[in-house]
């Protein structure tokens, strides 16, 4: 099920671990006087190079919400607006 994120986005971290390349995505808004972060993986190098180009900026990402056994979880990231 694709849902729409609304934020800013705070900061893109990648790493190359023992199943090759990710990177964490933060991304922040302002709820009342408190601000809210949320932070997910992805695996796509050339998503993180957009998202990198992006920092500081507001989004909104289109992403696949999955549901399994273990709970809810982000799947992939289907559109990026800037």
């Known amino acids: 099920m694709p849902i ?43 998503q993180f190079k957009q998202l990198e180009n992006l920092l500081d900026t507001d989004i909104i990402l289109v992403i696949c919400l999955e549901q399994n056994n273990f709970g809810l979880r982000f799947g992939e990231i289907l559109e990026i607006k800037a």
């Open 4 to 46: 729409e994120i609304c934020g800013l986005l705070e900061d893109v971290e990648s790493y190359t671990g023992k199943n090759g390349f990710g990177a964490n995505v933060t991304i922040s808004k302002k709820v009342g006087k408190k601000t809210k972060r949320l932070t997910f993986n992805i695996k796509d190098e050339a």
